[in-house]
């Protein structure tokens, strides 16, 4: 595989984000003495670009709340109560790509509205291009990595508890990193 070149599409097929292997991923500041981290599984959507208008990207992700994983059950139970995700009322997490600053062969950022719990922000994604080829199906494949930080409360995620000796239970910044590929099937 390639790091410096992404193909320039002869279609504005879109691209599909290849669930098996993409991550996203969360860190939280617990106690104010470590991070927690988690995870969701099965993320789901399209990308679109037109290489006639650069920093335009038709790009929408679905993230399954229910699949929230940070290895102990009672806190993942917790996470999807009204609480926090509140799962049972917004199932999803969604993103949608609204511009794209920088070069896509690179670094660049991808600017989009984040939306929990129905509350809607604008974000932005430090991305990394981490190469593009294809695979031994004759598919084409692009590989990125993104990282950000937001602050719970934003989108309502408000609950915390106060320590005896100062401080909360759970930070407000909240780290997010994501590992993705994308993949247009063979035309």
């Known amino acids: 595989m390639t790091t410096a070149t992404i193909p320039a599409p002869a279609t504005t097929a879109p691209w599909q984000i290849d669930t098996a292997h993409t991550d996203v ?14 995870r969701f599984s099965n993320p789901v959507g399209t990308v ?3 290489p006639k208008k650069p920093g335009a990207i ?13 290895r102990n059950e ?14 049972g009322t917004f199932p999803t997490i969604t993103f949608k790509g609204k ?16 939306t929990i ?17 294809g695979d031994p199906w004759g598919n084409e494949r692009l590989g990125f990595s993104a ?8 989108f309502g995620l408000t609950w915390n508890q106060a320590l005896e000796t100062g ?21």
Do not use: C, Y
Not at 27 to 33: D, E, G, V, Y
Not at 99 to 114: E, H, M, N, P, Y
């Open 99 to 114: 511009r794209i600053a920088g070069d896509v062969t690179g670094q660049f950022k991808l600017i989009g509205d984040l």
């Open 25 to 38: 991923e969360f860190s939280a500041r617990h106690l104010m003495i470590s991070n927690v981290k988690g």
């Open 58 to 70: 038709d790009l929408e992700v679905t993230i399954p709340v229910a699949t929230i994983d940070t």
């Open 167 to 187: 401080g909360v239970v759970v930070g407000d910044t909240i780290k997010i990193v994501v590992n993705t590929e994308l993949m247009r099937p063979k035309q």
């Open 48 to 50: 679109s670009v037109d």
């Open 117 to 133: 719990r129905s509350v809607t922000r604008e974000v932005t994604l430090d991305v990394t291009s981490e190469g593009a080829g």
């Open 74 to 87: 009672q806190r993942d139970a917790h996470l999807k109560s009204a609480d926090f995700f509140d799962a």
């Open 147 to 154: 990282t950000a930080k937001i602050d719970r409360k934003d």
